[in-house]
C-alpha cells in the first residue's frame, strides 16, 4: 500500500521509516500541507496522512475523490480544518488521533501555570532590565496546593491535567457536558459559571466549534477572580484575543499561559520576518505575565512517535474498510 504524508516534519521521519519496515507498506514524505495546489501530488497513491492547522478547502476533497482516495488521517487531534460535509459528500472518511500522550499537554500546561503563579517572568524583567533583584509584596506568590484549578473540558487530556494539579494538592474543579464517574477521585464536577468564578487557574481542554469559539470573551472574563490565571493549550479560537489583552493589562487577569492564538497558522510552525507576525502577538509575547510557546505542547517523543504510526495504522483500516475507533463523524 502506497501512503503520502503531507506536512511531514523531520522528527516524524525516523517513526515512519520504522512503520514502514514493520508493516510493509510503501510511506512517501513531503513536507508541504494538503492544498488545492499540492492535492495533485497524491495520484497513483492509496491513502494520504495530513498534520496541519490551515483549513483544507472543498475542492481539495473533490479533487482526493477523482483521484480515487477515500480517506484523509491527520496526526492530530483537532479536527477544525476539515469540512467534515464536504468530505463525506465526496466519499472522504477523515480519522483523527484522539489520544496520542494527554500526558504531553497536560504537563505544558501545568508548567505554563507553575512560571505564571511564581511571577517568575516579571522577575526576570525586573533582573534583565534594572539590575533589579529585589523582591517585593506585588511579586509574592501563591503555593499551588492552596489554589483551585478550574477546567474546561475533561477529556483524554483535561484528565491527565487534573490527575497532575490534583497531585500537587491543588482543589480541581471542571466543567464537562459528559461527566466521567473515573474522574471523580481527581475533580468536583461542577456548572460552567462555577468554574468561571472559583477557579485561580483556568485551564482550557475543548475543541473548537461554533458552540466554543470566543467562549473566553468580556463575559466570561468579568465573571473570573481577580488576577487569575488563564491557560490554554487546546485551540486559540477559544479566547477572545483582544478582550484577554485587554484584561491584562489592566490588571483584571494575573496572566495568561497560551500554546495556541487564533490566528496562528500564518506564522506558527513557520521563520517570518518580523512584520508578518501579527500585532497581538507581539503585544503579548512583551507582557512579563505572558508565556506563549507555537503550539509544541504536544511536542514530545511519545506523542509524536504515537501520532505518526496511530495515524498510519488508519490509512490501512480505512482502506481495508476494516473498523478504527479514531473516525470523525
Known amino acids: 500500500m502506497k501512503i503520502l504524508m503531507y506536512s511531514t516534519h523531520e522528527h516524524e521521519r525516523t517513526y515512519a521509516e520504522e512503520w514502514a519496515k514493520e508493516t510493509g507498506n510503501q ?75 494527554p500526558r504531553a499537554i497536560a504537563e505544558m500546561g501545568v508548567t505554563h501555570a507553575m512560571y505564571l503563579l511564581r ?85 482550557l481542554h475543548v475543541p473548537l466549534l461554533p458552540s466554543t469559539e470566543k467562549m473566553i470573551d468580556a463575559a466570561a472574563i468579568a465573571k473570573m477572580k481577580d488576577n487569575a490565571i488563564l491557560i490554554n493549550m487546546a485551540r486559540g479560537g477559544l479566547v477572545d484575543t483582544q478582550t484577554l489583552i485587554d484584561a491584562l493589562n489592566s490588571g483584571r487577569l494575573g496572566g495568561a499561559g497560551l500554546d495556541t492564538l487564533a490566528d496562528e497558522t500564518t506564522y506558527f510552525g513557520k521563520q517570518v520576518d518580523a512584520e508578518e507576525v501579527p500585532d497581538d502577538y507581539h503585544e503579548l509575547e512583551e507582557m512579563p505575565n505572558v508565556v506563549i510557546t507555537p503550539h509544541v505542547a504536544f511536542f514530545t517523543n511519545v506523542a509524536v512517535r504515537n501520532m505518526v504510526r496511530i495515524s498510519l495504522d488508519d490509512v490501512v483500516a480505512v482502506i481495508k474498510g476494516q473498523r478504527t475507533k479514531n473516525i470523525v463523524k
Open 119 to 203: 511571577n517568575i517572568g516579571r522577575f526576570n524583567q525586573r533582573m534583565e532590565n534594572d539590575y533589579d533583584f529585589r523582591w517585593s509584596g506585588d511579586l509574592i506568590a501563591k503555593e499551588i496546593y492552596t489554589c483551585t484549578v478550574g477546567l474546561i473540558g475533561a477529556g483524554h487530556i483535561g484528565g491527565a491535567t487534573a490527575q497532575i494539579y490534583r497531585a500537587l494538592g491543588a482543589r480541581v474543579i471542571a466543567f464537562d457536558r459528559h461527566p466521567d464517574p473515573e474522574l471523580a477521585p481527581y475533580m468536583e464536577y461542577v456548572d460552567f459559571e462555577t468554574v468561571l468564578k472559583e477557579s485561580d487557574i483556568l485551564s
Open 27 to 101: 510511506v512517501t514524505m513531503e513536507m508541504v500541507p494538503l492544498t488545492k495546489e499540492t492535492v495533485a501530488m497524491a495520484k497513483g497513491y492509496d491513502g494520504v496522512s495530513v498534520q496541519q492547522t490551515s483549513r483544507i478547502d472543498e475542492e481539495v476533497y473533490r479533487a482526493l475523490h477523482e483521484l480515487g482516495i477515500k480517506q484523509i488521517s491527520t496526526r492530530t487531534a483537532g479536527v477544525d480544518m476539515f469540512d467534515l460535509q464536504a468530505a463525506a459528500q465526496n466519499g472522504i472518511t477523515i480519522t483523527n488521533v484522539a489520544i496520542y500522550s
